[in-house]
């Protein structure tokens, strides 16, 4: 129960609480063996002490050495056994801490991201988990070996002589509770600390995307003043939190020490009435040293464990986030989408009600719509990037919110506006489209979406790297690629949403092309805002404020007399009229 709390508490892996485990068992090993060594020094001033006042003769020199060199090899032994299961094992417990949350992430619903924002997302996955490495490396173990080791000596302290115990170990409880008692205001600091670090990563990831239109519109001086201002407020919430931990972590401290001042005073007072001998006072002085050292260590190591706990929380609240879970058998009768009286809202806010229509396999169906009437969102919920909140989503009859996730999506193909691209080659980025695709026919697929026309050009062609995002290509060439990895992957289900937007006229003809050939008997759903687009559509469905408004064949909507499609189309043609 309490290491699964610890477990828990500190968002360690099975394997990760198993090496803390590991980990205080030899720091109570070594922590023990430091202290009988102090024996060791107490037999050797009783010898020496003994030959001054009885004139007995001097300790033997070789026995001691014999017995020194022995203790020095066991302690050795424990010393790198502690370390090996302490610092050694977290470097393993890092990585998978890392890939553990970087696998979470990957299979959690779209709509996580729209609440957390990428700097926020990076700072747990590198600064939270570098913050929790001290803690699993420097902390757990170390603090729960001393207090278990800390508790055997008391108790054999207390069992030998309990006034001069008491004398000796006041301190350390009183400065324990003098620093759990002030967690809440490490805690509390630490998430200010946090918050004000993320908001300096959010404004400089900012500043960098937003380079171009800052520049453009001569906001560059507002942009960094803001940014200063950011930076100097993290500046002063830490600096704030380290004074206020570094008052409390020396105020302990000092109050432990009293207990060599209160142990000097009773073993005095006991000397002189009779009651132990000033050898026995020797041993309580030194083993109060070997008990404060591990604590001196731990009172710091406690305040950076309250201060850690919110990096715990965050890395656990993603852990704790329910994944989009379903089987991976995935077996339709045919691939026609159809959708069941579904709505869904973005944080309560309802963007689609109750939609229902059936996209049927072999045909275009184009979703048209004023911008904001919900086309984008109904992609995204037959792909199950997100899930409907209610009605359903079938696919050759089957509900895809059963459906695992990754397996659903190897049976679509997907072309959207803003394109993904990796700082990787030409070829690697259309390669994506299909695991272990030969060069062959990625150069095909590359070739059938018009890309050739600019790989030419690119110093080493397809072997040309992008840059992140594909930062050396212009918009039309990024969408070229997404078509050529669409081509490639040869998915039964298409979902383009304005595929070809980014192109000139004459690359959009030569795209369509092969675009016509990789449409051929596919199930296919096409966002569209240019009219010109839906006019070969097999079905178009118009959805205005979230609904279903009109459904039909291009035809049969353009006749329509007050219809939506009609007066979209109209008011799309006089304003080319108008722009020629
Ligand atoms: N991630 C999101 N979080 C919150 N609201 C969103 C999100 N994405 C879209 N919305 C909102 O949902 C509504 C529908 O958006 P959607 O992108 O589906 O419309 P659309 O018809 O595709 O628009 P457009 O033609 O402009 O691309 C809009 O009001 C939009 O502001």
């Known amino acids: 129960m309490f290491w699964k709390n610890v477990q828990r508490k500190y968002a360690l892996t099975d394997n990760g609480i198993r090496n803390i485990k590991k980990g205080t068992a030899w720091t109570v090993v070594v922590n023990l063996i430091v202290i009988s060594g102090m024996s060791i020094l107490y037999l050797l001033m009783t010898g020496f002490m003994n030959t001054l006042t009885k004139e007995t003769p001097l300790p033997n020199a070789l026995l001691f050495t014999g017995v020194t060199a022995v203790f020095l090899l066991i302690s050795y032994l424990a010393h790198l056994q502690q370390y090996k299961a302490t610092y050694g094992l977290v470097y393993g417990e890092v990585k998978s801490a890392r890939i553990g949350l970087a696998e979470r992430l990957r299979r959690l619903p779209l709509g996580y991201f729209g609440k957390r924002d990428l700097a926020d997302l990076t700072e747990t996955l590198m600064g939270d988990v570098n913050r929790l490495e001290h803690v699993w490396s420097h902390c757990l173990s170390y603090l ?37 008692g002030s967690r809440k205001v490490h805690k509390a600091q630490s998430a200010n600390h946090k918050k004000a670090a993320v908001q300096v990563a959010d404004g400089i990831q900012e500043t960098l995307e937003n380079i171009r239109e800052i520049r453009a519109t001569n906001r560059e001086e507002r942009f960094l003043e803001e940014l200063n201002g950011k930076i100097d407020r993290s500046e002063k919430v830490q600096i704030k939190g380290e004074l206020t931990i570094g008052i409390f972590v020396n105020l302990a401290g000092v109050i432990m020490r009293l207990g060599v001042a209160t142990t000097i005073l009773t073993g005095t007072g006991m000397i002189l009435s009779g009651q132990i001998d000033f050898m026995q006072l020797f041993m309580f002085l030194l083993a109060i040293t070997r008990i404060y050292a591990p604590f001196d260590q731990a009172l710091a190591l406690i305040a950076e464990m309250f201060v850690s706990q919110v990096s715990a929380n965050r890395l656990q609240e993603v852990h704790d986030t329910p994944t989009a879970e379903g089987t991976e058998v995935f077996m339709p009768g045919g691939h026609d989408i159809e959708f069941r009286n579904v709505s869904f809202a973005y944080d309560n806010q309802e963007v689609l009600s109750g939609v229902s229509f059936t996209a049927r396999e072999g045909e275009v169906t184009a979703l048209v719509g004023p911008s904001g009437s919900g086309k984008s969102t109904c992609a995204r919920l037959a792909a199950r990037l997100w899930d409907a909140d209610r009605g359903e989503i079938l696919v050759g009859g089957v509900d895809i919110g059963g459906i695992d996730p990754e397996v659903l999506l190897s049976d679509y193909s997907m072309v959207f506006q803003d394109v993904v691209l990796f700082d990787d080659t030409v070829m690697e980025n259309i390669r994506l489209g299909k695991y272990g695709a030969t060069d062959e026919e990625v150069l095909a697929a590359a070739k059938a979406a018009n890309c050739d026309e600019f790989v030419d050009k690119l110093p080493n062609g397809y072997a040309t790297p992008i840059g992140e995002n594909g930062a050396k290509l212009s918009g039309g060439e990024r969408q070229r690629i997404s078509i050529a990895r669409a081509l490639l992957k040869n998915a039964p289900i298409v979902l383009l949403d304005e595929a070809t937007a980014s192109l000139d006229v004459e690359n959009e003809t030569k795209v369509q092309g092969a675009l016509s050939r990789l449409l051929m008997g596919k199930t296919v759903l096409v966002i569209a805002h240019r009219m010109r687009t839906v006019e070969a559509a097999d079905k178009i469905v118009v959805l205005s404020d979230g609904r279903v408004a009109e459904e039909g064949s291009p035809a049969e909507l353009l006749k329509k007399e007050d219809g939506l499609f009609r007066r979209m189309t109209r008011l799309q043609t006089a304003g080319a009229e108008w722009s020629i």
Do not use: E, Q, R
């Open 144 to 180: 729960y070996g001393s207090w278990i080791s800390t508790t055997v000596i008391a108790v054999g302290m207390l069992i030998y002589n309990w006034k001069m115990a008491l004398a000796c170990l006041w301190g350390v409880p009183v400065a324990f509770l003098l620093l759990f």
